[in-house]
């Protein structure tokens, strides 16, 4: 049984609404109808785009190979979902075959999903600087144990399955952290990766309100605290007014953790929202479908993920406050781009 990982920049929900993975090059056709193994994808690519460089024409038939002849069913596979930044991982449950009639993508095998939208702080930096690999399709080879143990941990709890992986990495070391050459992407997910892992560990729940306020500040709005306990959820209040007398005013809800939130405590935010006010839902995690259409359908409701924190925290990273940098350290570096050639 092998690993892989799979990366999908397309497709989103319908890869576990409908359970498959899927690979582009829709313009080749069928790979059952290509011949000549590898040598013969070569040569259909080749036709398909005479400018391509013969690096780049083997690097694409190295992906289509491993995803019509390699992967087997019963292999497993692990699945970054770009959208909200979890993890994914499943069983292959059948050949390679072609979805004539998709729209696009068209590559596809069947998976049967067994843990759908796990937090990338359950797995240990080195695994997810693997799974951060520049091709679509790849071996998972230094790291396969903590992606089995989640695997094996189906129908647990966030808790649960971190406590599975922790305890797969004690008993296992892994000798080779390095996977390949740390490319801007690589390096900009390893950052996202290294702030959302010191909110969640580094931060009390309380200091993560406090942190959430300081944010809100740093974005240009006044923020405190709330210092009472029967605030129905309130842990933040926000607005543009100084004084805090003329609206709208915001009223914000922390959770400090990276698991899902649904909708019954999305609910209980809106429960306190009075006429004119808004709410903001902060989380390090995600959020449920039903969670989220709550906020398609409700005016002045917002839902902060685990990935939209990080992405102010980098954007505005210069005016918070030094206590908090110093929990977040970072510098700006120049690296070098995924476009580059070796």
């Not at 071996?139 to 992986?165: D, I, K, P, W």
């Not at 808004?278 to 449920?288: C, E, M, N």
Request: hydrophobic content about 35%; glycine content about 8%; aromatic content about 6%.
């Amino acid at each position: 049984m092998n690993v892989w990982g799979v990366h999908n920049n397309v497709l989103t929900n319908e890869l576990t609404d409908e359970g498959f993975i899927s690979i582009g090059w829709d313009e080749l056709g069928g790979l059952t109808e290509v011949l000549g193994g590898r040598e013969g994808l070569k040569s259909r690519l080749s036709e398909l785009e005479p400018d391509a460089k013969p690096r780049s024409i083997a690097g694409q038939a190295g992906t289509l190979v491993r995803f019509r002849d390699e992967m087997q069913v019963g292999d497993v596979v692990v699945a970054p979902f770009k959208p909200n930044s979890t993890i994914n991982i499943g069983v292959i449950a059948s050949p390679y075959y072609f979805e004539a009639h998709a729209p696009h993508h068209r590559h596809r095998r069947k998976v049967d999903w067994k843990q759908i939208g796990l937090p990338r702080t359950v797995f240990t930096q080195s695994a997810l600087y693997e799974i951060g690999s520049v091709l679509t399709v790849f071996r998972v080879r230094n790291h396969t144990a903590e992606f089995l143990a989640a695997l094996n941990t189906a129908g647990g709890s966030v808790e649960q399955v971190s406590q599975a992986v922790e305890k797969e990495v004690v008993e296992s070391e892994n000798a080779d952290d390095s996977d390949d050459e740390p490319r801007a992407s690589r390096i900009e997910r390893h950052t996202r990766d290294f702030v959302l892992e010191a909110l969640h560990k580094r931060l009390t729940h309380q200091e993560f309100e406090d942190f959430t306020a300081a944010l809100l500040r740093a974005l240009g709005y006044q923020a405190r605290v709330t210092q009472y306990s029967q605030d129905g959820g309130v842990d933040v209040i926000a607005h543009r007014d100084p004084l805090g007398v003329e609206p709208p005013l915001i009223k914000v809800q922390c959770k400090h953790h990276t698991g899902t939130i649904g909708s019954p405590e999305v609910q209980q935010l809106i429960g306190t929202q009075g006429a004119g006010e808004l709410s903001l839902f902060v989380t390090l995690g995600s959020y449920t479908r039903d969670a989220l259409a709550i906020e398609r359908q409700r005016p002045g409701l917002r839902l902060l993920t685990g990935e939209d924190v990080v992405t102010m925290v980098l954007e505005n990273y210069d005016k918070l406050p030094q206590r908090w940098r110093a929990e977040i350290p970072l510098t700006s570096v120049l690296v070098v781009s995924d476009a580059a050639e070796d």
